[in-house]
């Protein structure tokens, strides 16, 4: 475990621009568990400048598409009886919150398509030529969504979070399936942290 500084007033401040841009796409998040913003962006790793890390690259969490039906019996208040849990009520406080037509607005059940993969997809539509070799997400990748970027992001260099999310093995997936990748915390001051192996990954957890 490293502590990283950037070596310049400039990679600070695009640092910082970037970390804005993600707190700003978490606020649109659909995630009832937790809201997750990721961005997709180019690194310059001699200085840790981070080029176009604006909006339109970053991603969050967003509902699926899920067949109609599936909807229905979330919704159904029957059914919200028999299951009674948190997850369930959380959805309809969300629902209700919003004032949404659960028919129209939204397509889903809890479960969303995770900011990872919403940043990849707006990343191959940008306007801009990205060269996809840093992620930046607000908690560390799950497993499925690591799968993907050690699929879609070969030539990834630098992950960044600034939050552990619940589970460990997409760290650990990533860890071992790319070897070169350099994996980073970012804590609440904005220090930065190389995590060189899962046992650093878990110390930093514990003292976030
Ligand atoms: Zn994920």
């Known amino acids: 475990m490293r502590i990283i500084t950037l070596n310049s007033a400039r990679a600070?401040?695009?640092f910082n621009l970037a970390l804005e841009s993600l707190e700003e796409a978490r606020g649109k998040s659909n995630g009832i568990r937790g809201k997750v913003a990721a961005a997709v962006a180019d690194i310059d790793l001699s200085s840790y400048a981070l080029s176009p890390v604006l909006t339109d690259?970053?991603?969050?969490n967003r509902l699926p598409l899920e067949p109609r039906a599936a909807l229905e019996?979330?919704?159904?208040?029957?059914?919200?009886?028999?299951?009674?849990?948190?997850k369930h009520a959380d959805l309809l406080e969300f629902i209700a919150e919003r004032n949404?037509?659960?028919m129209v607005d939204l397509q889903s059940r809890t479960d969303v398509v995770h900011a990872e993969i919403d940043a990849m997809m707006k990343s191959l539509h940008s306007d801009f030529l990205i060269e996809r070799n840093a992620l930046l997400v607000t908690a560390s990748p799950c497993i499925n969504c690591s799968r993907y970027i050690y699929e879609f992001m070969p030539d990834l260099q630098?992950?960044?979070f600034t939050g552990a999310y619940r589970c460990e093995d997409g760290v650990d997936f990533l860890g071992r399936m790319m070897p070169d990748l350099k994996i980073h915390g970012v804590d609440v001051n904005g220090g930065i942290t190389l995590l060189e192996d899962i046992e650093d990954y878990r110390t930093w957890c514990e003292v976030q």
């Open 73 to 86: 019996r979330l919704v159904d208040p029957e059914l919200a009886k028999e299951l009674g849990s948190d």
């Open 57 to 60: 690259d970053c991603g969050y």
């Open 12 to 14: 600070v401040s695009r």
């Open 100 to 102: 949404l037509d659960p």
């Open 158 to 160: 630098a992950l960044f």
